[in-house]
């Protein structure tokens, strides 16, 4: 599983960052973003949690 967040869409309300802190963290614009486009397998749940839970959408899975 790939993922990346789309700065476009992103609001900055942190729920993926809360729900998988792991795949997801805060960049230098204060916008979410993945820390490695590659998720990990044992956290590939906790990763499309945050994606398909994201207010605007702006998870997406490559």
């Known amino acids: ?3 990346f ?4 869409l992103c609001i900055s ?3 993926c960052i809360d729900t998988c802190p792991e795949v997801y963290s805060w960049n230098d614009d204060g916008k979410a973003q993945a820390i490695d486009s590659e ?3 044992d956290l590939e749940d906790e990763a499309r949690e945050a994606l398909e ?3 605007s959408e ?3 899975e490559e």
């Open 53 to 55: 839970n994201c207010p």
């Open 58 to 60: 702006a998870i997406k």
């Open 1 to 3: 599983m790939k993922v």
């Open 39 to 41: 998720v990990p397998a």
């Open 13 to 15: 309300c942190g729920l």
């Open 5 to 8: 967040v789309d700065q476009d």
